[in-house]
């Protein structure tokens, strides 16, 4: 209904296994089942979900009452690309995300994802190297990419950055 209205819609999807009459198979689907990035101003918007009773706004702590969570454009984008560029990803929640997971500094040399800075996602048992893309305290991902595309940029770095 948003994209025939003319805004620009993202939902993350994952792939599930399910069983459909009785044969396996792999579907996408919303990983979070009630959540539309949508790209506009707030007052194009909000017609649209006064008279839609299924739409309302997600609200972050710690903004002001009343204030929707924004998602600044350049963050959107680069989740967008991680997630869309073909590489395997996994989603994490902000809960399941903590301090001793987020490792080194790297930059992504060549491929979808080249040019992004992040850091690695140093998980236990874990033999692929994965990127962490985050939208925080909503959403994370972690993408997968192969070892010649990372270039280590820096030791130790407390925080994600943005490119």
Same mark, same amino acid.
């Given at each position: ?22 044969? %396996?198979?792999? +579907? ?10 949508? /790209?506009?101003? =707030?007052?194009?918007?909000? #017609? ?40 395997? %990803?996994?989603? +994490? ?10 490792? /080194?500094?790297? =930059?992504?040399?060549?491929? #979808? ?51």
């Amino acid at each position: 209904m948003l994209s025939d209205a003319g805004f620009e819609v993202f939902t993350p999807m994952e792939e599930v296994l399910t069983v459909v009459q009785g044969k %396996h198979r792999r +579907i996408l689907r919303p990983y979070i089942q009630d959540l539309l990035f949508v /790209k506009s101003t =707030r007052v194009a918007l909000d #017609p649209v979900v006064n008279k839609t009773p299924t739409l309302q706004y997600r609200f972050a702590k710690g903004m002001g009452y009343m204030e929707p969570m924004f998602v600044p454009d350049k963050q959107m984008e680069d989740f967008m690309t991680a997630v869309m560029s073909g590489y395997s %990803h996994t989603f +994490i929640s902000p809960q399941e995300l903590s301090p001793a997971m987020i490792g /080194k500094m790297v =930059r992504i040399i060549g491929g #979808p994802m080249n040019g992004f800075t992040g850091h690695i996602l140093s998980l236990r048992g874990a033999r692929k190297r994965k990127v962490l893309v985050e939208i925080p305290n909503l959403i994370a991902a972690a993408v997968e990419v192969a070892p010649e595309y990372i270039e280590i940029i820096n030791k130790t770095c407390p925080q994600p950055t943005e490119r």
